[in-house]
């Protein structure tokens, strides 16, 4: 070999060299990125740009494999401009490829196999005339790997065949084996998310609601009370409190069981939230205690209304262990502004003490509280 030959040996392997730190080093960039906060198609394109920093890499394409085992496109930068370029005004963009199974054709072959497939020309390939109709050019198909697993294929594509050597294969297999780790990474920190976000959905719906009814319990009843009062001062209305107990509910746990009574305050919890409108409360904060929140009223007839329609609904006979049960309820009503009570703690003791009035009058009935 000349010195000649040498020296321009050497250029070109400095040159792959210096493109291959950039492209490295543009995808290590990328990693340092706040992944979890991108989509998945976000960071398949901004993986691409950073491989496209090498300026022999000229168009590219990604498609990842689905649990079927068949490729579908997810990302490419100039890819539709070549399509354009081999099929004229009426092309079919990328995205809408028919999935390639994995073993067939190119991208299959290269998925399938975990091996880099090289087409020093694309002409001759039933698979890419089919896809690229009458492309001609160079083409890597390299399988993007994670922990031995393919998790997709890089297609880069030249015009010129025999465009692509040794070092542009070393380069998108480089590429390829950190990009799977970093997809794979993303897909693992975006399944954690999912799952911290549903689990704390859940420890929240445990904290505010009764886990027998799934009511509000009163820790979310005394949030919803005080928020229906504020709205009631801002905007100059009434609205009314409600507290409910089941009469001589305790028989029932004494003769029947707890899952007997467990079973009937479902029921009860039910047929209560049919008894008022969207956005009141029922809330249930201990035992056979329900409290109901009435947001707005105009007049006490409202509460009055619901009330009646409470206790009927409650009367009528229910079916729990193969057995018919009836029960009443005595309800106490307080309502803002009227008999004084300006906060939270004053409604709810109102509505408590009327209950209790309704008890001793002889159960299955309301009361109004009186100053």
């Known amino acids: 070999m000349t010195e000649k030959q040498l020296a321009e040996l050497s250029l070109e392997f ?6 291959l730190l950039d492209s490295l080093s543009a ?41 079927a ?15 354009r370029n081999v099929t004229g005004a009426n092309a079919v963009a990328a995205a809408n490829f028919q999935p390639s ?15 880099l497939i090289h087409l020093s020309s694309c002409q001759p390939e039933a698979g890419i005339r089919q896809n690229c109709l009458g492309a001609e050019g160079a083409l890597l198909c390299v399988p993007i790997t994670c922990e031995a697993e393919v998790l997709g294929v890089l297609n880069v594509y030249h015009p010129e ?31 954690l998310n999912a799952l911290v976000d549903a689990k704390t959905a859940e420890i929240r719906e445990l904290a505010y609601r009764d886990s027998l009814t799934g009511l509000p319990n009163r820790r979310l009843l005394l949030d919803r009370l005080n928020h229906a009062l504020a709205q009631a001062r801002r905007h ?39 008894c008022v409108r969207e956005g009141d409360t029922v809330a249930r904060p201990s035992g056979d205690e329900f ?24 009367a009528a006979p229910a079916l729990v262990a193969g057995q018919e049960l009836t029960i009443t309820t005595s309800i106490g009503i307080a309502v803002h502004p009227a008999g004084g009570a300006d906060d939270v703690d004053d409604l709810m003791q109102n509505a ?20």
């Open 161 to 191: 065949s025999d465009f692509f050597n040794m070092w542009h294969e070393r380069l998108a297999l480089l590429f390829c084996q950190s990009l799977g780790r970093l997809l794979a990474n993303h897909r693992l920190t975006h399944r």
């Open 27 to 67: 995808l290590a960039e990328l990693a340092q990125l706040s992944i979890h906060a991108m989509d998945e198609a976000t960071l398949l394109k901004r993986a691409l740009g950073a491989l496209m920093n090498n300026q022999d890499m000229e168009r590219c394409s990604i498609f990842l494999t689905d649990p």
């Open 352 to 371: 408590d003490a009327a209950m209790y009035r309704a008890k001793a009058a002889g159960r299955n009935r309301y009361c109004f509280f009186e100053a």
């Open 291 to 314: 409290v109901i929140v009435l947001d707005e009223i105009a007049h006490d007839e409202d509460a009055v209304l619901v009330a009646e329609k409470i206790i009927a609904a409650c």
């Open 69 to 83: 085992a068949k490729l579908h496109y997810a990302a490419g930068l100039d890819w539709d401009e070549m399509l």
């Open 14 to 19: 400095n040159r792959h060299i210096i493109n």
């Open 101 to 115: 199974r994995c073993g067939g054709e190119i991208m299959g072959q290269a998925s399938q196999s975990g091996t």
């Open 236 to 274: 100059q209305r009434a609205m009314a409190v409600m507290f409910l107990d089941l009469d001589r509910f305790k028989q029932i746990n004494d003769t029947l069981g707890h899952a007997a009574g467990d079973a009937l305050l479902k029921q009860i919890a039910g047929r209560l939230t049919a």
